[in-house]
C-alpha cells in the first residue's frame, strides 16, 4: 500500500475495533459542486463517516453517451457519471476530502461493471459494492451468466489496479429490498464475497438489509458473521455492513426517524460494523445533502447510545438454512460463477417475487403475526416451507399489505 493511500476495509475494521460504528450515507450527484459539498459534510458530520459516490442511471446501464449528453445540455442526473467525467475531474472532487480519516466508496447498481471499475481506479479510489446475482436479478433482464463473467472481469480488474487495497461489498443482502426471508440473503451475501475473493478480492464486507423483525435480524446478522468465518478464506478482510430497511419507507419524518434509529440499534447488538442510512424523504423523492447528514448523525447518536451485545436472539434456523443453500451451491461446481448459474438454474436458488427470466419464481413468503418473514413456498430449493395450515395464501390484497408493513408500523 503507497503512503497515504486508503484502504477502506482497514478504516472499518480499526473504527470497529475503537467501538465505533461507521455510518454511510447512499448519495450521488451529477453536479460537482453539489458532490463536493455531499462528501465535505459527509466527512465533517458529528459520526464516523465513509464517503460515497453513487453512480447515475445511465452509467449503471452503460449509456455513457447519453450521460456525456445530459451534461454537455446541463441536464439533472440522478447520479455521478464516472465514466463520462474525465478522470482528472474525478480526481479534483476528491482531492483535499479523501484521505487515510475518509475513505470514499462508488455504488453504482450495474451488472456490467467494468468501465465503472476502470474509471473509479483512474481516479484513485478503490472501493465498491454490487455482485453477479444482487446487481443482476432485481435491475433488468441482463442474463446471469453474462453478469457473473462481467463482474469476474471487474473484480479480476479492480484487484490488478488497486493492489492490496481493493474491496467490494456484495449487495447480496439486499435482494428486492423486502420481503426475502433471512436465510436466502444471508446465503447470497456469502456467496457473493466467495465470489470476490476467488476473483482476487482481498477486502470484502457482507450485507444484511433490515427486515421485519429485530430479533429475526440480529439471528441473521449473527449467521452471517459466523458463516463468513466459516467459508471465506482465512486472509481474506471481511466485516458486515446493514442496510436501513430498503422497501417502502415510512412517509412520516417522525416514523422515518424510529425506522432509521431501530436499524442503528440493531447494527449494535447484532455486531455489524458498518451502517448504510436512510433519511426522512425516501418516501417521497431523492435526499438533499442536508438530510442525509441529518441521517448520519441521528444513526451515530443513537449507535453511541447503544448497549453492545445484549441477549442472544433465538435460534429459529436462520443459519442452518442458510448453510444449506450454500453447500447446495458449492456442490455443483468447483467454478463458482458456473456454480450460481446452475443454482438458478435449477432453481436451488429462488428469491420471492423476482420476476428476471433466469429466477425459478417458485418460492413465495409472507409475514407471520409476530413480524417474522416466513417462506410460504420454497420450490426447488433445499430448505423447508411452513407447513400448509400456517401459511396464507398470498392475494394481490395480502402482498400489497405485506409490502407496507414496515412503513405502517413506524408510522403510527
Known amino acids: 500500500m503507497s503512503a497515504g493511500q486508503v484502504s477502506f476495509g482497514r478504516f472499518v475494521a480499526d473504527c470497529a475495533a475503537a467501538g465505533r460504528l461507521v455510518v454511510q450515507p447512499r448519495m450521488g450527484f451529477g453536479d460537482l459542486r453539489r458532490m463536493r459539498a455531499g462528501l465535505e459534510r459527509t466527512r465533517f458530520a458529528a459520526a464516523t463517516t465513509v464517503g460515497t459516490v453513487t453512480i447515475d442511471s445511465y452509467t449503471r446501464v452503460g449509456a455513457h453517451a447519453a450521460a456525456r449528453r445530459a451534461l454537455a445540455e446541463g441536464t439533472a442526473l440522478n447520479g455521478y457519471p464516472i465514466v463520462a467525467y474525465p478522470q ?5 472532487l476528491l482531492d483535499g476530502v479523501r484521505d487515510d480519516t475518509f475513505p470514499v466508496q462508488v455504488r453504482h447498481g450495474s451488472s456490467r461493471p467494468e468501465s465503472i471499475i476502470r474509471a473509479l481506479t483512474a481516479a484513485g479510489l478503490d472501493a465498491t459494492e454490487g455482485g453477479p446475482v444482487s446487481y443482476c436479478l432485481p435491475y433488468g433482464r441482463t442474463p446471469l451468466r453474462e453478469s457473473v463473467r462481467h463482474w469476474a472481469r471487474g473484480c479480476e480488474l479492480l484487484a490488478e489496479r488497486a493492489p492490496g487495497t481493493a474491496h467490494v461489498e456484495s449487495f447480496g443482502g439486499c435482494l428486492l429490498g423486502q420481503l426475502c426471508p433471512p436465510g436466502l440473503l444471508v446465503a447470497i451475501s456469502l456467496l457473493e464475497a466467495l465470489f470476490f ?5 482481498g477486502s470484502v464486507s457482507l450485507s444484511y438489509a433490515q427486515q421485519t423483525n429485530p430479533d429475526q435480524d440480529a439471528e441473521a446478522v449473527r449467521a452471517l458473521r459466523r458463516l463468513a468465518g466459516e467459508f471465506l478464506p482465512a486472509h481474506v478482510d471481511r466485516h458486515v455492513v446493514l442496510y436501513t430497511y430498503m422497501g417502502v419507507f415510512p412517509t412520516t419524518v417522525g416514523g422515518a426517524r424510529r425506522l432509521l434509529e431501530a436499524s442503528a440499534r440493531l447494527a449494535v447488538r447484532a455486531g455489524a460494523q458498518r451502517l448504510i442510512v436512510k433519511t426522512s424523504a425516501e418516501a417521497h423523492r431523492i435526499p438533499t445533502v442536508e438530510e442525509n447528514v441529518r441521517a448520519l448523525e441521528t444513526a451515530a447518536a443513537t449507535a453511541e447510545a447503544t448497549d453492545t451485545g445484549g441477549p442472544e436472539a433465538p435460534d429459529t434456523g436462520v443459519y442452518a438454512e442458510a448453510r444449506a443453500l450454500v453447500e447446495a451451491v ?3 461446481d468447483v ?5 450460481l448459474h446452475a443454482a438458478f438454474r435449477r432453481g436451488l436458488l429462488d428469491v420471492p417475487y423476482c420476476l428476471h427470466p433466469d429466477n425459478a419464481g417458485q418460492s413465495r ?7 417474522w418473514l416466513r417462506w410460504s413456498a420454497v420450490g426447488r430449493m433445499p430448505i423447508r416451507a411452513a407447513a400448509p395450515g400456517d401459511r396464507p395464501a398470498m392475494t394481490s390484497t395480502r ?14
Open 197 to 201: 475473493a476467488r476473483h482476487g478480492i
Open 88 to 92: 482528472e475531474t474525478t480526481r479534483a
Open 365 to 371: 413468503s409472507w409475514i407471520d403475526d409476530s413480524g
Open 399 to 412: 402482498l400489497l399489505a405485506a409490502l407496507h408493513t414496515v412503513a405502517r408500523r413506524y408510522d403510527h
Open 335 to 339: 467454478e463458482l460463477g458456473r456454480a
Open 330 to 332: 458449492l456442490d455443483l
